[in-house]
T-cell receptor
């Protein structure tokens, strides 16, 4: 079945350490997104990418970095500059069709905690 | 800028009760509107959508009508089940080359027997 796979499901980070969250999709979607979800809050956009080798900052990009070397993959690195990284991270993808707002499909998320 | 406001939760209902979760929005242009559902420990699933004024989205007994005059997209279900217990998110996307979503804060629904 087509879908989005995020790994790992749970991740622990030590102070001063960078960690990378994986997101892979086999839906042949052009656009991919990373969101952060905190308790009692909606989702906030970290980064998004509409095409391979291109990505844009979202609303809360500071302390995060991404790459988009392949259409299927959009890994997110949480750097040591992100002072409050504990959260639930969700990856999503969608068809990127100009003038049309296509629904996004989500992975099951990665829960990141600080040791 | 764009924003979505949802009613505060949690909403607690008995099985077979009628559900309404209010959602209003502020947006430039003519947004598309979405309801997503999140079950514990999982990502979001698209529940329904509407792309223009007076459109009604429906799925699994849930409905929502795009009301441009009141800038609202309230979610309704005539008879809820215990399995509907989840967090529901209202979201919008404005027309562009990327379907960037703006989310509400979510409303937790708890259905009891």
């Amino acid at each position: 079945d087509g879908g989005i796979t995020q790994s790992p499901k749970y991740l622990f980070r030590k102070e001063g350490q960078n960690v990378t969250l994986s997101c892979e999709q086999n839906l042949n979607h052009d656009a991919m997104y990373w969101y952060r979800q905190d308790p009692g809050q909606g989702l906030r956009l970290i980064y998004y990418s509409q095409i391979v080798n291109d990505f844009q900052k979202g609303d809360i990009a500071e302390g995060y970095s991404v790459s988009r070397e392949k259409k299927e993959s959009f890994p997110l690195t949480v750097t040591s500059a992100q002072k409050n990284p504990t959260a639930f991270y969700l990856c999503a993808s969608s068809i990127d069709q100009a003038g049309q707002n296509q629904p996004q499909h989500f992975g099951d998320g990665t829960r990141l905690s600080i040791l | 800028g764009n924003s979505v406001t949802q009613m505060e939760g949690p909403v607690t209902l008995s099985e077979e009760a009628f559900l309404t979760i209010n959602c209003t929005y502020t947006a430039t242009g003519y947004p598309s509107l979405f309801w997503y559902v999140q079950y514990p420990g999982e990502g979001l699933q698209l529940l329904l959508k509407a792309t223009k004024a007076d459109d009604k989205g429906s799925n699994k007994g849930f409905e929502a009508t795009y009301r441009k005059e009141t800038t609202s997209f309230h979610l309704e279900k005539g008879s809820v089940q215990v399995s509907d217990s989840a967090v529901y998110f209202c979201a919008l996307a404005t027309t562009g080359t990327a379907s960037k979503l703006t989310f509400g804060t979510g409303t937790r629904l708890q259905v009891t027997l």
